[in-house]
T-cell receptor, first 111, second 122 residues
Framework: SQQGEEDPQALSIQEGENATMNCSYKTSINNLQWYRQNSGRGLVHLILIRSNEREKHSGRLRVTLDTSKKSSSLLITASRAADTASYFCATANTGGFKTIFGAGTRLFVKA | GAVVSQHPSWVICKSGTSVKIECRSLDFQATTMFWYRQFPKQSLMLMATSNEGSKATYEQGVEKDKFLINHASLTLSTLTVTSAHPEDSSFYIC??????????????????FGNGTRLTVT
């Protein structure tokens, strides 16, 4: 990918379970963002974590950031069928204003 | 707030024809818009940065004569795929940010996306 790797590439879980997705990146960052994409649609911004933050919460979402390992994780707790989507992490290019996306994780939540 | 509208949502065209895709920021002004391309089950690849009143900046490997970008106003950017061929079939998505300091400060502020355009060239 342009920016880094995400794993797993695909994840299938039962409703009510937690889903964890990981992202690694290559450059120094001032923030890292997570986006969600429903099939055939545009992306929706979920959460932003700054480089000086280690963890952030938003509803059922929990994001962690480890700048020493250049990695981040997105945890969705108590998943629902409606969470089925692709999830992408994103960082900036060297200049700072272009958003570059990871390969994405396709999450499928079975009802 | 911060709604981006993209039109059309899908288009089928014959090989050799040109297709124009519009991207509008409905409730904010966007001096910069970004065009991405996405192949099935893959990530988004940044194609170009559209700049209001000036030339677009294309990413390496993207043909500027193939993918014409015009950003004539603070709320509208267009991407024209010229002389389309089957290999141009893809999902094209535009995005913008209401953060005017994005470029000046080099801040990767959150983007708002259109719903994409599915282009099929036959």
């Amino acid at each position: 990918s342009q920016q880094g790797e995400e794993d797993p590439q695909a994840l299938s879980i039962q409703e009510g379970e937690n889903a964890t997705m990981n992202c690694s990146y290559k450059t120094s960052i001032n923030n890292l963002q997570w986006y969600r994409q429903n099939s055939g649609r545009g992306l929706v911004h979920l959460i932003l974590i700054r480089s000086n933050e280690r963890e952030k919460h938003s509803g059922r979402l929990r994001v962690t950031l480890d700048t020493s390992k250049k990695s981040s994780s997105l945890l969705i707790t108590a998943s629902r069928a409606a969470d089925t989507a692709s999830y992408f992490c994103a960082t900036a290019n060297t200049g700072g204003f272009k958003t570059i996306f990871g390969a994405g994780t396709r999450l499928f939540v079975k009802a | 707030g911060a709604v981006v509208s993209q039109h059309p949502s899908w288009v089928i065209c014959k090989s050799g024809t040109s297709v124009k895709i519009e991207c509008r920021s409905l409730d904010f002004q966007a001096t910069t818009m970004f065009w991405y391309r996405q192949f099935p089950k893959q990530s988004l690849m940044l194609m170009a940065t559209s700049n209001e009143g000036s030339k677009a900046t294309y990413e390496q490997g993207v043909e500027k004569d193939k993918f014409l970008i015009n950003h004539a106003s603070l709320t509208l950017s267009t991407l024209t795929v010229t002389s389309a061929h089957p290999e141009d079939s893809s999902f094209y998505i535009c995005s913008a940010s209401p953060d005017r300091d994005r470029i000046l400060k080099g801040i990767n502020s959150p983007l708002h996306f259109g719903n994409g355009t599915r282009l099929t060239v036959t």
